[in-house]
Structures are given as C-alpha cells and as structure tokens.
C-alpha cells in the first residue's frame, strides 16, 4: 500500500494550543475509584462468611496494583526528589489517582483564564486527504502540565488493567463457576473489571501508534475506537473463560501453564538484549542506578508479558533499543502470536468438553464451546478490520493486512525463487513509552 501521495501543503502558522477536558484522566480515576470500592464490599461479604482464602486473593489483587499505581504516577511526575508532603501522604493512602486527577482539573479550569507565555511550540503532521499537512502549535505551561498527567494515567489504566482487573476478574468468575451463585457485590465487581481491562487495553493500542508515529498527530475516529472496544472486549473475555473453565476440571494444571505463558514472554526480550551484547538503556531515570534501572525494566517487562497473557500488546519489547520498542510493524509476528492463541484456546477448551464434571449439567457445553472458539475468531476479524480500513495512519503501510494475506495465501512462486518483502517504512520515535 503506498503512502501519501502528492505534495505536502505549506505548514499551518503556529496558534496557541487549548488544553481539552482531561475526560480520560477523570474516567480512569473513576474505574480505580470504583473497583476498589467494589473489591471492599466484596472483601467485607468474604469475611462475613469466614471464605478467607477468597479474601485472601481478593485483597492482594486489589492492594498489590494500587501500590504499582501509586510509584508509577510517582516516578512519571518525578516527585521522588521534590518536597510535596500533601501528595505524598495521600500516596501513602492509595489515593493518589484521586489527588492527581483533582490537580489536572484545576489546572484545566485555571488554564485560559490568563494569558501565559508558550513553553515550546509543537510540530506534528496530519494525513489530510492523501497530504501531510505540517501543523505548528504553541504549548503553554498549562497544556504541558496536562500533557504529563495524561501519559501518567495512561500508564496508570495499563497497570490497573493487567496486573489488577484482569486476575480479579479470573479469581471472582472462577469463585462464581464454582458456587454456582453470583451476588450483586461479584457481579459489580466483575463488569467494572471487564471494563478497566478493555479500557486499559485501547490506551495500548493509543500509545502503540503514538508512539511508532511520533511525527503524526494521531486521532482515533468514533468507529475506529468502537472496533478497538469489540476486538478487545471479544479477545479478552473470551480468553478469561477459557482459563477459568479449564482450572474447574485442571486444578494442578492451570499454574504451570500461566507459569508458562507469563515466563516465556517474560524472558524472551532479555534474552534478544543478552544476545545482541548492547549496554542498558541510561535514559530510564538520570537518577538511577543500574540496579534501579534494571528493576525498572524488569517491571516493566512483567507488565508486558502480563498483557500478553490475556491479549495482543501491540508493541513489541526491545531493550537494545534506547526506546525500548521495537518501531517496525512486523505482520508475521501478530499472525504467529494470534494462530498459536487460537490454538492454546482450542486445546484447553476441548480439554475441559471431555474432562468437564457435574458442575455444567445444566449447561449445554458444545453450544458453549464453539461460542467461545466463535467469540474469539470474531475478536480477531475486527483486529484485520482496524488494521485494514480503520487505523489513523494506514496510509503510511507499505504493506497491509490484505497484502500479507494475499502473500501468504494467494500467490504462486517457482521453486528456488525467494519472495523478498521490503520493511514497512516507520517514522522515528524521539520518547521512550516508559
């Protein structure tokens, strides 16, 4: 697929930049907000009715990514050095989301209101029509602040999602499956899951392509975002049910194949950074030491392998490069990655059909079967339909989802003949998405 065609149109004069309504920042908060709230009703119901080891679990997925939250808005604000008593105590509390989501409002409400001199003035292009289109706008203080609590709470609603949402969400419809009962308290608690993980993996595939198009200024359209919530939605439920059904019948299986899923993609970009002999990245946190910035990444390559766990992350680690990422769109690796799911689903769930118990007498199990194996291939045509038709900055593909098929499907070569395919062009990226 070519890129751009024609001339690019002379660059826009520079205005000066409107701070929008932080709304992502408010829905975040409200989403911590909320399944916290839920998770302590629920706690409240378990110890009530002395079911400890569900306490248990149901505490430690609630406080162990409220702690991650808390240092992550921390380290993105860089307040380890400054003296902030106020934020720092309501950190201590767990309500640091709250305090910085109350701080970016005022700030939007302040902006405006005085005239400010610009701090920096941005330059971005825009895929108008087959143009780019060169666009200059000044940053004042006010939209940088803004700027900086918005990466925090993206950062913040991925953690939240996949190291606190989505194995909430597995323990309590595990609990349910096995009860055979689900209370008003569970089941809130579990659509506010539902809801946080898919939110938190759009705001992957957002930083995704903020980050590989750093010279684009990106916008995803209304439909384009309704595809992301199906794929993403589909993608994961259904691969929480299938985990979930497989440890009602595996009980001592379920641990070595998470372990599994979790260890390889944990280990897989150390081991391209050992082989390829480069240092460590020195642009983590000026600070640091090499101890520190080896924690750093290692978290950071734990929540990586944590989204993979239960869906695609749409960025590719490399710790070799200064960014972290790799920038090429590699459509090999999300066929692999999608093919080989599809497979692991397929196996565990016919597995659990032959192996079920008592428990789903009242179900009909092959119904249910092929609608998770359906769910999941549906998750997977409405990935193809972003790709292809809905992606902002689809016409920057040299090669897009129908070429790679066509290739892999379609085409006929004489034996001896290689089929050479050129990388697609990627603009360079200037930020680490750390």
Wanted: aromatic share 12%; glycine share 4%.
């Amino acid at each position: 697929m070519d890129g751009p065609s024609g001339g690019c149109p002379p660059a826009a004069a520079a205005a000066p930049l409107r701070p929008k309504l932080p709304l992502g920042i408010v829905f975040s908060t409200a989403l911590f907000c909320g399944e916290s709230a839920a998770a302590a009703v629920l706690c409240f119901s378990y110890s009530h009715s002395d079911d400890r080891f569900w306490l248990a679990l149901t505490i430690f997925f609630m406080l162990c990514p409220s702690v991650l939250v808390q240092l992550t808005l921390i380290f993105v604000h860089r307040d380890i050095s400054r003296d902030r008593p106020l934020i720092g105590l309501m950190h201590l509390l767990q309500l640091g989301p709250v305090i910085r989501c109350m701080e970016a409002l005022l700030v939007y409400c302040w902006s405006g209101r005085q005239e400010e001199p610009y701090v920096t003035i941005t330059r971005k292009r825009r895929l108008r029509k087959g143009y780019e289109v060169e666009m200059e706008q000044e940053m004042g203080h006010s939209e940088r602040r803004l700027a900086m609590h918005r990466n925090a709470f993206k950062r913040m609603a991925v953690i939240q999602a996949f190291l606190g949402s989505t194995p909430q969400l597995t323990v309590q419809l595990y609990i349910s499956i096995l009860e055979k009962y689900v209370p008003a308290a569970r089941a809130v608690l579990m659509g506010i899951c539902l809801v946080s993980v898919t939110y938190g993996a759009l705001v992957c595939n957002v930083l995704s392509i903020q980050v590989k198009y750093d010279d684009y200024k990106v916008q995803l359209r209304p439909l384009a975002f309704l595809c992301i919530v199906l794929w993403r939605s589909l993608e994961i439920s259904t691969r929480v049910a299938v985990l979930v059904l497989f440890s009602t019948v595996f009980k001592h299986w379920i641990i070595p194949i998470a372990l599994a899923n979790l260890l390889i993609v944990f280990f897989t970009p150390w081991v391209q950074f050992w082989r390829s002999g480069t240092r460590l990245p020195d642009n983590i946190e000026k600070n640091f030491s090499r101890v520190g910035t080896v924690v750093v990444l290692c978290a950071f390559t734990l929540l990586y392998a944590s989204i993979n766990m239960f869906c695609w992350s749409a960025v590719q680690l490399k710790l070799a490069d200064r960014d972290l990422i790799d920038k090429s769109q590699d459509w090999g690796r999300l066929a692999v990655y999608y093919v080989a799911r599809l497979a692991e689903n397929t196996a565990l769930v016919v597995l659990w059909y032959f192996f079920k118990t008592d428990v789903y007498e009242n179900i009909c199990t092959p119904l249910l079967v092929v609608q998770l194996l359906l769910g999941y291939c549906l998750g997977i045509y409405f990935m193809l339909l972003f790709f292809q038709y809905l992606h902002p900055c689809r016409q920057l593909f040299q090669h897009n989802v129908a070429d790679f098929l066509h290739c892999v499907c379609c085409r006929r070569h004489p034996p001896g003949t290689p089929l050479h395919l050129q990388a697609p062009y990627e603009p360079g990226v200037r930020h680490s998405i750390v």
